[in-house]
């Protein structure tokens, strides 16, 4: 009994020792960025055309010695750009001014910024059906049409041929995160992604850009029931040689693929909308059909 009473002591001893141990955490050196600079490239600027060829496309690039992720802020609106490279449209008609700010982060989020003024013309109106068939005057809402052949797949970046190497037969990808999400268009120009809770996606781009939160299944190439909950973006209707929806950040229609996030009407009606999109590692062009509700 004494030996179990010398035992018993010494564990309570240990375990109080134990107890009373403090973690330490290092979290590295915190850097602030140095030497921030940006370059603007105004699509079109020349000495006759001082606010660019009408597009609203510029093209911004940051560095920064020691920054790891940049931040871009325009009249308010963020997006974030690890690289600091950003092909930015502005869809407001006529000459308009933006202030950007744009900040660049070190580690632990240490950050430096800069501040300036952009003037940018924009000339493009887009057709007032397109608008009508995507938003109903106000808003209206879209889903994966699942019910028939082709409408997902993929082909050549450039071809022409919807789904010339894939196409998915009806309900093919039943179970995978997509045919129970809901995109609404507003008229004020934002977008409603409803997820309900998953979304479909290919993996590279996924855990590159929305980050690998560990849930979701592989397949191939393709990551099924991604977590991913409901956000709300911005569209626009842009058209660089074809008529396309520009979305803004990581916002996305069927199949999470990365890239531009602008997706080319391939053809339209009030009731379906037949697009497409080239994934970020511009591998493939992507297919899709949508139908309102």
Same mark, same amino acid.
């Given at each position: +009994?004494?030996?179990?009473?010398?035992?018993?002591?010494?564990?309570? &001893?240990? /375990?109080?020792?134990?107890?009373?141990?403090?973690?330490?955490?290092?979290?590295?050196?915190?850097?602030?960025?140095?030497n921030l600079a940006?370059? #603007?490239?105004?699509?079109?600027?020349?000495?006759?055309?001082?606010?660019?060829?009408?597009?609203?496309?510029?093209?911004?690039?940051?560095?920064?010695?020691?920054?790891? &992720?940049? %931040?871009?802020?325009?009249?308010?609106?963020?997006? +974030?750009?690890?690289?600091?490279?950003?092909?930015?449209?502005?869809?407001?008609?006529? *000459?308009?001014?933006?202030?950007?700010? #744009? *900040?660049?982060?070190?580690?632990?989020?240490?950050?430096?910024?800069?501040?300036?003024?952009?003037?940018?013309?924009?000339?493009?109106?887009?057709?007032?059906?397109?608008?009508?068939?995507? &938003?109903?005057?106000?808003?209206? =809402?879209?889903?994966? %049409?699942?019910? #028939?052949?082709?409408?997902?797949?993929?082909?050549? *970046?450039?071809? !022409?041929?919807?789904?010339?190497?894939?196409?998915?037969?009806?309900?093919? %990808?039943? $179970?995978?995160?997509?045919y129970d999400d809901?995109?609404?268009?507003?008229?004020?120009?934002?977008?409603?992604?409803? =997820?309900?809770? =998953?979304?479909?996606?290919?993996? /590279?781009? #996924?855990?590159?850009?929305? $980050?690998?939160?560990?849930?979701? $299944?592989?397949? $191939?190439?393709?990551?099924?029931?991604?977590?991913? /909950?409901?956000?709300?973006?911005?569209?626009? @209707? @842009?058209?660089?040689?074809?008529?396309?929806?520009?979305?803004?950040?990581? /916002?996305?229609?069927?199949?999470? =693929?990365?890239?531009?996030?602008?997706?080319? !009407?391939?053809?339209?009606?009030?009731?379906?909308?037949?697009?497409?999109? *080239?994934?970020?590692?511009?591998?493939? &062009?992507?297919?899709? @059909?949508?139908?309102?509700?």
């Amino acid at each position: +009994m004494k030996n179990l009473k010398h035992l018993f002591s010494l564990c309570l &001893t240990l /375990a109080l020792f134990t107890a009373c141990e403090e973690d330490t955490y290092e979290f590295g050196d915190i850097t602030t960025p140095t030497n921030l600079a940006v370059t #603007v490239d105004v699509v079109g600027l020349d000495a006759e055309n001082p606010n660019g060829d009408g597009s609203g496309v510029v093209n911004f690039n940051a560095s920064a010695e020691g920054a790891i &992720t940049y %931040k871009y802020i325009f009249n308010g609106a963020e997006e +974030m750009v690890a690289s600091g490279v950003l092909e930015k449209s502005f869809y407001a008609v006529g *000459v308009n001014s933006y202030d950007v700010t #744009v *900040v660049a982060y070190g580690t632990a989020g240490s950050p430096s910024s800069t501040t300036f003024t952009i003037e940018v013309l924009a000339t493009y109106t887009p057709p007032a059906d397109l608008v009508q068939a995507l &938003t109903g005057g106000s808003s209206k =809402t879209w889903r994966v %049409k699942s019910e #028939v052949g082709q409408h997902f797949g993929l082909g050549p *970046v450039g071809g !022409l041929i919807p789904c010339e190497w894939y196409g998915a037969g009806p309900e093919d %990808k039943v $179970g995978t995160g997509t045919y129970d999400d809901r995109w609404t268009f507003n008229s004020d120009g934002t977008l409603n992604h409803m =997820t309900n809770g =998953t979304i479909f996606g290919r993996s /590279a781009q #996924v855990y590159a850009e929305l $980050g690998n939160n560990g849930t979701g $299944g592989e397949d $191939g190439a393709d990551v099924l029931n991604y977590e991913y /909950a409901d956000y709300t973006e911005n569209w626009n @209707i @842009i058209n660089p040689g074809q008529i396309s929806i520009k979305l803004t950040n990581n /916002a996305f229609f069927t199949y999470y =693929t990365g890239g531009s996030h602008t997706y080319e !009407l391939w053809d339209y009606n009030e009731n379906e909308l037949y697009i497409r999109t *080239v994934d970020g590692a511009g591998e493939f &062009t992507w297919w899709m @059909i949508l139908v309102a509700e």
